[in-house]
Protein backbone atom coordinates (compact mmCIF):
# COMPACT_ATOMS: atom_id res chain seq x y z
CA UNK A 1 0.00 0.00 0.00
CA UNK A 2 1.35 3.36 -1.43
CA UNK A 3 2.58 5.32 1.89
CA UNK A 4 3.31 9.50 1.86
CA UNK A 5 4.48 11.08 4.86
CA UNK A 6 5.04 15.05 4.62
CA UNK A 7 7.18 16.52 7.41
CA UNK A 8 8.63 20.43 7.13
CA UNK A 9 5.89 22.69 7.39
CA UNK A 10 5.71 25.48 9.21
CA UNK A 11 5.49 29.04 10.39
CA UNK A 12 7.64 31.31 8.14
CA UNK A 13 7.58 35.15 7.83
CA UNK A 14 6.76 36.66 4.52
CA UNK A 15 9.93 36.70 2.07
CA UNK A 16 11.48 33.81 3.88
CA UNK A 17 12.04 29.68 2.61
CA UNK A 18 10.79 26.32 3.63
CA UNK A 19 11.56 23.30 2.82
CA UNK A 20 9.25 20.45 2.15
CA UNK A 21 10.04 16.41 2.44
CA UNK A 22 7.60 13.68 0.89
CA UNK A 23 8.94 10.24 2.10
CA UNK A 24 7.04 7.12 -0.01
CA UNK A 25 6.99 3.96 0.64
CA UNK A 26 4.73 0.99 -0.33
CA UNK A 27 6.00 0.51 -3.81
CA UNK A 28 8.37 0.51 -6.69
CA UNK A 29 7.80 4.17 -7.77
CA UNK A 30 9.57 4.50 -11.34
CA UNK A 31 6.31 4.26 -13.51
CA UNK A 32 4.70 7.11 -10.79
CA UNK A 33 4.45 10.98 -10.99
CA UNK A 34 4.93 12.53 -7.72
CA UNK A 35 3.63 15.91 -7.35
CA UNK A 36 2.10 18.58 -4.48
CA UNK A 37 -1.02 20.13 -3.87
CA UNK A 38 -2.19 22.82 -1.18
CA UNK A 39 -5.40 23.80 0.34
CA UNK A 40 -5.91 26.93 1.87
CA UNK A 41 -8.83 27.35 4.42
CA UNK A 42 -12.33 27.36 2.32
CA UNK A 43 -10.18 26.78 -1.18
CA UNK A 44 -10.48 23.84 -3.03
CA UNK A 45 -6.94 22.04 -3.42
CA UNK A 46 -4.72 23.43 -5.88
CA UNK A 47 -1.68 22.00 -8.30
CA UNK A 48 1.37 23.41 -7.20
CA UNK A 49 3.62 20.97 -8.41
CA UNK A 50 4.65 17.80 -10.08
CA UNK A 51 7.75 16.01 -11.77
CA UNK A 52 7.80 12.15 -12.52
CA UNK A 53 9.85 9.65 -11.17
CA UNK A 54 12.58 9.67 -13.66
CA UNK A 55 13.13 13.57 -12.82
CA UNK A 56 12.96 14.58 -16.60
CA UNK A 57 9.71 16.37 -16.63
CA UNK A 58 8.72 19.27 -14.12
CA UNK A 59 5.67 21.31 -14.35
CA UNK A 60 4.89 24.30 -12.04
CA UNK A 61 1.47 26.21 -11.22
CA UNK A 62 2.11 29.63 -12.38
CA UNK A 63 1.55 30.86 -8.88
CA UNK A 64 4.60 29.27 -7.49
CA UNK A 65 6.93 29.58 -10.88
CA UNK A 66 10.11 30.97 -10.37
CA UNK A 67 9.36 30.74 -6.37
CA UNK A 68 9.38 27.02 -6.18
CA UNK A 69 11.80 23.81 -6.93
CA UNK A 70 10.51 20.25 -7.00
CA UNK A 71 13.05 17.78 -7.04
CA UNK A 72 13.05 13.66 -5.95
CA UNK A 73 16.03 11.44 -4.51
CA UNK A 74 15.06 7.93 -5.91
CA UNK A 75 17.88 5.97 -3.70
CA UNK A 76 15.92 7.43 -0.31
CA UNK A 77 12.01 7.23 -2.09
CA UNK A 78 11.53 11.05 -1.43
CA UNK A 79 10.37 14.00 -2.89
CA UNK A 80 11.14 17.54 -2.28
CA UNK A 81 9.02 21.12 -2.11
CA UNK A 82 11.64 23.76 -1.73
CA UNK A 83 9.89 27.27 -1.55
CA UNK A 84 11.21 30.55 -1.88
CA UNK A 85 10.29 34.23 -1.72
CA UNK A 86 7.15 32.87 0.17
CA UNK A 87 4.07 35.49 0.39
CA UNK A 88 0.98 35.13 2.72
CA UNK A 89 -1.14 33.77 0.11
CA UNK A 90 1.01 30.36 0.20
CA UNK A 91 -0.87 29.69 3.27
CA UNK A 92 -2.10 25.99 3.25
CA UNK A 93 -2.08 22.56 3.91
CA UNK A 94 0.58 21.37 1.64
CA UNK A 95 -0.10 17.35 0.28
CA UNK A 96 2.32 15.40 -1.53
CA UNK A 97 0.82 12.99 -4.20
CA UNK A 98 1.25 10.19 -6.12
CA UNK A 99 -0.29 9.07 -9.18
CA UNK A 100 0.65 6.80 -12.90
CA UNK A 101 -1.06 10.18 -14.43
CA UNK A 102 -0.05 13.50 -15.29
CA UNK A 103 -2.78 16.03 -14.37
CA UNK A 104 -3.61 19.12 -12.40
CA UNK A 105 -7.03 17.53 -10.88
CA UNK A 106 -6.67 17.05 -7.72
CA UNK A 107 -9.02 13.70 -8.46
CA UNK A 108 -6.49 12.30 -10.75
CA UNK A 109 -4.40 11.74 -7.68
CA UNK A 110 -5.08 8.60 -6.28
CA UNK A 111 -2.47 8.61 -3.33
CA UNK A 112 -2.38 11.53 -0.79
CA UNK A 113 -0.17 11.82 2.39
CA UNK A 114 -1.85 13.37 5.01
CA UNK A 115 -0.51 16.79 4.50
CA UNK A 116 1.56 19.47 6.50
CA UNK A 117 0.44 22.93 7.75
CA UNK A 118 2.15 25.95 5.83
CA UNK A 119 2.33 29.68 7.33
CA UNK A 120 3.05 32.70 6.11
CA UNK A 121 2.94 36.01 7.97
CA UNK A 122 2.75 39.17 6.74
Known amino acids: QVQLVESGGGLVQAGGSLRLSCAASGRTFTSYVMGWFRQAPGQEREFVARVTWSGLSIYYADSVKGRCTITRDSAKNAVYLQMNSLRAEDTGVYYC???????????????WGQGTQVTVAS
Open 97 to 111: VAAETNSKDATNWPY
